[in-house]
Structure formats: structure tokens, C-alpha cells
């Protein structure tokens, strides 16, 4: 039982390039999250979904595109990377809705420069 | 607007003392639930406890303690004979819109100095 996994851990992107975040729970949750971390600013949600085939926007969304196709797996694509996205990206999952506790993955570091 | 603050940027004490981490909250909903999260140096966010609004008894956990109070619409953490182990950083969290997701306050960096 491996929770919450999240692939890469690392990452340098120039900008304008692209990539995609890979998020896998094996924890049979419905609902999963895209956070990103800043220093100073706490987690702000990216992009959630409430089960698979569903996306919704978070507080910030824009620059970000989000597929949830299987319901195990959230991708994360960034089509054209700007420094602005410079973070650290979180995601998470949990079983119901923000009544239960959330599980997260350890974390993406990405740079753009 | 629903949200959480924690003012407290950054704490700092001596290993054995004991400390409080502030978290007041704004919401309109009648019934809600609130989170406290754990990021220790390592990175990864941890859940420590989550409180629903009918029930504000205290909760106690080893050396972790709770007080949630309504009426100043606050849901405090305090740690008990602090150590350094607990040196992370503390988020504060409230479901918002349909309790769909959380908000995140902008957390508070405990220092334990041994």
C-alpha cells in the first residue's frame, strides 16, 4: 500500500516548455487535489476532482490543465512553463468530500527558469 | 469569505517548553469541520487531527492538545514539553464551497532549539 505517490520529484523546465505531473493513490479515494506550495502563502489549490472523468478549478487554476481518466491517477500539465510556476506541487486524495482528512504525496519540486 | 488565518509566521522555543499555535477561522456555514496538518523538514504534509464544529471538548493526543472555542471562532493547538522532533511546520485547514476541498491557512514554522 503505497498512498499517495507522485512522479517526478524533481524537475527543471525552461520556459515555455511543457510537462505533465503524474499523481497514483491506491487508496481507492474519490476525490483527488493539485496544490502547489510558496513560501509565505501556504498550499493553495490548483485543480480538484471529484471522481473519475470530473475536473473542477481550485483558487489557482490559470497556466494549469488537470485529466483525471482513471480514478486512481490525477495528471497535473503545464503547456507552456513561466518562472511564475516555480513551486512546490502537492497532491492529495481522500475517501469523501473536505469532511475527511486528505492524504498527500511527498511532494514535486519544479523549477522553471 | 471562508477562510483561516494563522498569524503566527514563525515560533521559536526551547526544547521542554511548551507552546501554542493560533488558527481562527471564518465560515458561514452552521456545520464544518477543521484540520490541523504537520510538514515536518522532510517535506511530506502529515494529518493530525480533525474536529467536527458540534464537539468542542478539548482533544488531547500524548503531547499534543486541541482547543476549539466557537465563540471566538478559534481551534488552537498547543504542544506539550516541546521536542525537537516537533520542529516542522503547522497548517491549519476549513473546508469551503460545499466542503468540496480545504483551505489552507499559511501555516507557522515551529523551531524547537534543543
Known amino acids: 500500500n503505497a498512498g499517495v505517490t507522485q512522479t517526478p520529484k524533481f524537475r527543471v523546465l525552461k520556459t515555455g516548455q511543457s510537462m505533465t505531473l503524474l499523481c497514483a493513490q491506491d487508496m481507492n479515494h474519490e476525490y483527488m487535489y493539485w496544490y502547489r506550495q510558496d513560501p509565505g502563502m501556504g498550499l493553495r489549490l490548483i485543480h480538484y476532482?471529484?471522481?473519475?472523468?470530473?475536473?473542477a478549478k481550485g483558487e489557482v487554476p490559470d497556466g494549469y490543465n488537470v485529466s483525471r481518466l482513471k480514478k486512481q491517477n490525477f495528471l497535473l500539465g503545464l503547456e507552456s512553463a513561466a518562472p511564475s510556476q516555480t513551486s512546490v506541487y502537492f497532491c492529495?486524495?481522500?475517501?469523501?468530500?473536505?469532511?475527511?482528512?486528505?492524504?498527500f504525496g511527498p511532494g514535486t519540486r519544479l523549477t522553471v527558469t | 469569505a471562508q477562510k483561516v488565518t494563522q498569524a503566527q509566521t514563525e515560533i521559536s522555543v526551547v526544547e521542554k517548553e511548551d507552546v501554542t499555535l493560533d488558527c481562527v477561522y471564518e465560515?458561514?456555514?452552521?456545520?464544518?469541520?477543521l484540520f490541523w496538518y504537520k510538514q515536518p523538514p522532510s517535506g511530506e504534509l502529515v494529518f493530525l487531527i480533525r474536529?467536527?464544529?458540534?464537539?468542542?471538548q478539548n482533544e488531547i493526543s500524548g503531547r499534543y492538545s486541541w482547543n476549539f472555542q466557537k465563540s471566538t471562532s478559534s481551534f488552537n493547538f498547543t504542544i506539550t514539553a516541546s521536542q525537537v522532533v516537533d520542529s516542522a511546520v503547522y497548517f491549519c485547514?476549513?473546508?469551503?464551497?460545499?466542503?468540496?476541498?480545504?483551505?489552507f491557512g499559511t501555516g507557522t514554522r515551529l523551531t524547537i532549539i534543543p
Open positions: 485547514a476549513l473546508p469551503i464551497f460545499g466542503n468540496e476541498k480545504l483551505t
Open positions: 476532482s471529484v471522481g473519475e472523468g470530473t475536473t
Open positions: 474536529r467536527n464544529s458540534f464537539d468542542e
Open positions: 492529495a486524495s481522500s475517501y469523501l468530500t473536505g469532511f475527511t482528512e486528505q492524504y
Open positions: 465560515t458561514r456555514d452552521t456545520t464544518y469541520y
